[in-house]
């Protein structure tokens, strides 16, 4: 199966939820790679790296967290970093 690397900016009530903390642990679960950070803007930005359904199922998981409430995405495609072996959270 091929990796593939997404740039995703969550909107919502993604601030201030957990949501960098869930992205992490589904990330870790599912053996993805990447960084999350919370922005100025009050979205959340993700770089994550897998397989194309398993980055899926992390953002299903996410959503599912309580508290939590995804309105809308923006999603770009970006070139696989192979030098990248674990997910992180990032300060703004």
């Not at 642990?25 to 359904?53: F, Y």
């Not at 992390?58 to 030098?83: C, F, Q, R, W």
């Amino acid at each position: 199966m091929e990796r593939t690397r997404l740039r995703i900016r969550f909107h919502g009530r993604v601030q201030g939820v957990g949501f960098r903390y869930r992205a992490y642990h589904a990330a870790d679960s599912l053996g993805l790679t990447g960084w999350v950070k919370n922005c100025s803007d009050g979205t959340v930005l993700a770089e994550i790296q897998g397989i194309r359904s398993d980055i899926e199922r992390m953002i299903a998981m996410v959503g599912n967290g309580t508290y939590i409430d995804i309105t809308d995405t923006e999603i770009k495609n970006l070139p696989v970093d192979s030098d990248e072996y674990s997910f992180k959270i990032k300060d703004y």
